[in-house]
Each structure stands twice: as C-alpha cells, then as structure tokens.
C-alpha cells in the first residue's frame, strides 16, 4: 500500500495580505500584548525558582542530618532488628508442612481480629 499524501492548499492573495500586514496600531497592540504577557512569565519564572531554592535548601539540610535524625523522619518504616549491627536476614521456608502451619496461623489470627473488630462496632 502506498504512503497517503496530503493535499496542500495555496493561501490566497487576500489571505496572504490578511495575515501579513495589518494596521500600526494593532500591530502595536499585539507586541505590547506580547511584551506584557513575558513580563508576566518572568514574574512568575523567578518566584518558580525561589521555591525550587527553598526546596532544594531543605533536602540539602535533611540529607545533611546525622542518620540518628534520618531514621526518625522516616515514616511509615519498622525498624528492623539488629544483630550485631546488621539487619536480620529471614530464609525462605520452603517445607509444605511447615508453610501450611503458618498460613493457617495467620488465618486464625486474621479471623481473631475481624471477630474482635465486629465486637467492637457491635458494641459502639
């Protein structure tokens, strides 16, 4: 199949004149339009780049810290217990008994949990 190709159109003499040239006056007013509008970006670029400095400021300062104070704004993080200074490596279980036994503790104490939550909203 062969490649579409498009139709181009001619502009015509009056749309071309149109186009092109206009009255000073208008064409004063679209650049002091224009000229307003980039003082506006300007404004507008130099309060952008005040905030990424406060920002970057700030992660300068946190990255900065002593890593007592790193592990206390880590939120949402358990800490891992340590022995002798490394975190503790689990093996995986691969035993089919001994992963049967754990999933259906934690099936039970799933259960315990949703019974002890439907007391409570039942007691509310």
Known sequence: ?????????????????????????????????????????????????TIIARVTQAVHVVSSAPRSNRRSLQVGRAAAPKANGHPRQRRRITDPASL?????????????????????KAGQ
């Not at 199949?1 to 159109?9: A, E, F, G, Q």
């Not at 009056?14 to 208008?26: E, K, N, R, S, V």
């Not at 503790?105 to 409570?120: F, G, H, I």
């Open 1 to 49: 199949m062969s490649p579409r190709t498009t139709k181009r159109r001619r502009r015509t003499k009056a749309q071309l004149a149109a186009a092109g040239t206009g009255t000073p006056a208008t064409l004063l007013s679209q650049v002091s339009e224009l000229v307003n509008e980039n003082q506006a970006l300007v404004r507008e670029n130099k309060e952008l780049h």
């Open 100 to 120: 049967e036994r754990r999933r259906a503790a934690l099936a039970k104490a799933r259960q315990v949990l949703a019974e002890r939550r439907a007391a409570e």
